[in-house]
T-cell receptor, first 110, second 114 residues
Framework: KNEVEQSPQNLTAQEGEFITINCSYS?????LHWLQQHPGGGIVSLFM???GKKKHGRLIATINIQEKHSSLHITASHPRDSAVYIC????????????FGKGTKLTVNP | KAGVTQTPRYLIKTRGQQVTLSCSPI?????VSWYQQTPGQGLQFLFE???????NKGNFPGRFSGRQFSNSRSEMNVSTLELGDSALYLC?????????????FGDGTRLSIL
C-alpha cells in the first residue's frame, strides 16, 4: 500500500508570507492530487500532476517523481487561504484507489 | 454547469438502522467515487463506480455497499449502523476513472449515529 505523509500537520502564517506544504509517498505513482478543504467540509481539487510544476494563480504545485515528493506553495498568502490541504496518491496493489495524507491545516492571520 | 450534488446534507440515525446516501455527478462524468472522512482516520476511499460497475472497494466491511445507475447517479448504503460510522461522506465525479483524472467533489453528507 502506498504510504502518504504530509508535513507540517499545522501551519500558522502571517498574511503575505510564502507557504510550503510537503507530501511524500512510498510507491511510484502516475499522478498526485492536491485538495483544499474549507471549514464546513467542501473539498476542491487544486491540482493533479504527474511531473514538473503546475501553477494556478498564487498556488504552485511541484513534483519530483524520482524522490517521490511533492510540494504545494502559496505565494503572498491571504486569510482566505486558511483551509486544510490534502495530498492524495494512487495506491499500487491495494484495494483503495487513492490514499490520502492526513492533511495540513493552514491558518493565515491578517 | 451544475456541480456534484449530494443528498441529504445532514442525517441523524441510531445504531442498527440503515441509511442510503445519494450522489448526482456532473453531467457527462461517468466515474463516481465515495469517501469517508473522520477526525481519527482522515479521508478514506470507499469505492469507485464507472459505467455502473464497481471498480474498486476500500477496506470497509460488507455493511458498506453502493451502486451506480445508467444516468451515472450513485447511491451508497450502510446497513446495521454503528457509532463509528459517524462521519462526513463525500462523493466525487470525474470524466474518466481514477486515479488519473481530476475529481469534482460534492459538499458531503454529515452522518451522525446516536
Amino acid at each position: 500500500k502506498n504510504e502518504v505523509e504530509q508535513s507540517p500537520q499545522n501551519l500558522t502564517a502571517q498574511e503575505g508570507e510564502f507557504i510550503t506544504i510537503n507530501c511524500s509517498y512510498s510507491v511510484g505513482i502516475s499522478a498526485l492530487h492536491w485538495l483544499q478543504q474549507h471549514p464546513g467540509g467542501g473539498i476542491v481539487s487544486l491540482f493533479m500532476l504527474s511531473s514538473g510544476k503546475k501553477k494556478h494563480g498564487r498556488l504552485i504545485a511541484t513534483i519530483n517523481i524520482q524522490e517521490k515528493h511533492s510540494s504545494l506553495h502559496i505565494t503572498a498568502s491571504h486569510p482566505r487561504d486558511s483551509a486544510v490541504y490534502i495530498c492524495a496518491a494512487p495506491n499500487q496493489g491495494g484495494s483503495e484507489k487513492l490514499v490520502f495524507g492526513k492533511g495540513t491545516k493552514l491558518t493565515v492571520n491578517p | 454547469k451544475a456541480g456534484v450534488t449530494q443528498t441529504p446534507r445532514y442525517l441523524i440515525k441510531t445504531r442498527g438502522q440503515q441509511v442510503t446516501l445519494s450522489c448526482s455527478p456532473i453531467s457527462g462524468h461517468r466515474s463516481v467515487s465515495w469517501y469517508q472522512q473522520t477526525p481519527g482516520q482522515g479521508l478514506q476511499f470507499l469505492f469507485e463506480y464507472f459505467s455502473e460497475t464497481q471498480r474498486n472497494k476500500g477496506n470497509f466491511p460488507g455493511r458498506f455497499s453502493g451502486r451506480q445507475f445508467s444516468n451515472s447517479r450513485s447511491e451508497m448504503n450502510v446497513s446495521t449502523l454503528e457509532l463509528g460510522d459517524s462521519a462526513l461522506y463525500l462523493c466525487a465525479s470525474s470524466i474518466g476513472d481514477l486515479p488519473n483524472q481530476p475529481q469534482h467533489f460534492g459538499d458531503g453528507t454529515r452522518l451522525s449515529i446516536l
